[in-house]
């Protein structure tokens, strides 16, 4: 069973417009609306200074690996577009 946010915890999902793409409750949620979204959104929740997805995916999926595993993606050296496509990478091994 894949782990879920209790209610209330859901991982907001902002484009760089601030506009709402989603509410992700479990990482294949989360997986979808990236899936659906423009590279430079992404650029919102992940930042050298803070990693929104990372965070999200420690506290409230509770699962430390896969937090480390996109903490480790570093938007100042990867493009938006190159930032997107291996987040994308990442959960799917996780889902695998």
Same mark, same amino acid.
Do not use: C, Y
């Given at each position: ?5 209790? =209610? ?5 999902? +902002? @484009?760089?417009?601030?506009?709402? *793409? ?12 990236? %899936?659906?979204?423009?590279? *430079?959104? $992404? $650029?919102?929740?992940?930042? @050298? !200074?803070? /990693? =929104? &997805?990372? /965070?999200?995916?420690? *506290? &409230? ?7 480390? @595993? %996109?903490?480790? $993606?570093?938007?100042? !050296?990867?493009?938006?577009?190159? %930032? +997107?496509?291996?987040? $994308? ?8």
């Amino acid at each position: 069973m894949m782990p879920s946010a209790p =209610d209330g915890s859901e991982f907001i999902v +902002k @484009s760089s417009e601030d506009r709402v *793409e989603g509410a992700a409750r479990d990482i294949m949620d989360l997986h979808w609306i990236i %899936l659906g979204m423009a590279p *430079e959104g $992404l $650029l919102f929740h992940i930042r @050298s !200074e803070s /990693n =929104d &997805v990372a /965070n999200w995916v420690r *506290e &409230v999926i509770q699962d430390r690996t896969l937090a480390d @595993s %996109l903490e480790e $993606l570093d938007p100042d !050296e990867l493009g938006p577009r190159e %930032l +997107k496509d291996r987040v $994308l990478e990442v959960l799917e091994d996780w889902m695998i």
